[in-house]
């Protein structure tokens, strides 16, 4: 219609004896294109899409997205994403990717296995979040996975690169863990904090700035208040997942079922024991 609009203007405006009739450059044609092309809207019905995505008939139409949520590279790089678990539209998991029941993966995030990339149980990931494993050997007991335990709240817009995270810590929004890096169980990362590579935060222990340096220890409420708000993320992933329901295949379902049993991508890097896998 833009088109049609814009070509009949040219016609009436070269008839008038008033004007010199105008044409159209090959820039001004190919700007009508792109806005014709940007205001068609591609819907599809109710399809099961790449991005597992599974659109209930009695829902309406959608925009249809090339985005691909789940990208696996070989069948030993697939990612496993538990039934229960949330995943945003527009977040992208990729290679050696495991998380477990009731996490949550929010808006934006890039979750990128390049070696093994555990997520624990009701752990979640704010919008925004980069979490990488490393294919390389960090040092000499760390071989570049990434390890997140259970009841953990990551916030939005932090960088994780091949560390390790133990149950019910909390890393504070727009914070770095550089490769090596390890927080224990409990413990807090302040907001925009920078914990250097090889750096340990003791159990129950606030660390703060860049690079982050020990402030104090954590009180019980405080970390009571740590375990509320990974419970509200908890009950908030339930209401998103009615809304947006994910297709588990069998293999997949098999594939986290043996994973959960050997507890094989949770492991914690050599020599580093992680107190949760005693659990």
């Not at 555990?118 to 996975?145: A, E, K, L, M, Y």
């Not at 997140?148 to 560390?163: A, E, T």
Request: glycine share 6%.
């Amino acid at each position: 219609k833009m088109f049609k609009f814009v070509a009949s203007s040219l016609s009436v405006s070269s008839k008038s004896s008033h004007h010199t009739p105008r044409t159209t450059s090959s820039t001004n044609v190919a700007s009508i294109n792109s806005r014709r092309m940007y205001t068609d809207k591609v819907t599809v019905g109710h399809p099961v899409k790449e991005t597992a995505l599974h659109t209930p008939p009695s829902a309406p139409q959608s925009k249809l997205s090339r985005h691909r949520e789940f990208i696996h590279f070989s069948e030993d790089s697939i990612p496993t994403v538990h039934e229960t678990a949330f995943v945003a539209p527009g977040a992208t998991i990729s290679g050696q990717v495991l998380v477990y029941p009731q996490s949550s993966i929010w808006y934006g995030c890039i979750l990128r296995g390049e070696n093994k990339l555990g997520i624990g149980s009701q752990t979640n990931i704010q919008d925004n979040c980069v979490i990488i494993s490393q294919n390389t050997q960090i040092d000499d007991d760390h071989d570049g996975s990434t390890i997140i335990g259970h009841n953990v709240v990551v916030g939005s817009n932090s960088i994780l690169r091949s560390c390790t995270i133990e149950d019910h810590c909390l890393v504070g929004a727009g914070s770095i863990l550089e490769e090596g890096s390890y927080m224990e169980m409990g413990s807090i990362l302040g907001a925009g904090s920078t914990l250097c590579r090889g750096q340990r935060i003791p159990s129950n222990e606030l660390w703060m700035g860049t690079p982050a340096q020990f402030v104090r220890e954590i009180e019980d409420i405080e970390f009571q208040r740590m375990l509320d708000h990974a419970h509200r993320y908890v009950d908030l992933r339930q209401v998103y997942l009615e809304n947006f329901p994910r297709m588990v295949t069998v293999a997949q379902k098999a594939r986290l079922e043996e994973a959960i049993t050997n507890r094989a991508p949770m492991d914690a890097p050599p020599n580093k024991p992680a107190s949760y896998l005693n659990q």
